[in-house]
């Protein structure tokens, strides 16, 4: 039985998320820039500026978590699928030989 062939996704899911939090990071720095120019030169800011994006992240995490689980279902939903397959040819394999 081969099942079926295709690299995990939670990796790719996993730099998504990271990519996701930086981009959040890069236009709220955008915003404190645009809106107080010396808010956005301070120490402050860039804390201010993580701790932001990581709360919209969190508010979007249940979300993208979703996505990783309708992967492992159609992931495990693809290995019955190919094992159902699989049998059915073992079968009619034994009945042609016969």
Do not use: H, W
Not at 32 to 40: E, G, N, T, V, W
Not at 44 to 67: G, P, W
């Amino acid at each position: 039985m081969s099942g079926f062939e295709f690299d995990y996704t939670c990796p790719i899911i996993d730099k998504n998320i990271e990519f996701i939090k930086k981009i959040f990071e890069k236009n709220i720095k955008y915003v404190i820039r645009d809106l107080s120019p010396k808010f956005a030169e301070t120490n402050e800011s860039k804390a201010y500026i993580e701790n932001t994006a990581e709360d919209l992240y969190n508010d979007i995490e249940n979300e993208i978590e979703r996505v990783r689980t309708t992967n492992e279902d159609m992931r495990d939903e693809a290995e019955k699928q190919i094992a159902k397959l699989e049998n059915k040819i073992e079968s009619l394999s034994k009945k042609k030989s016969k």
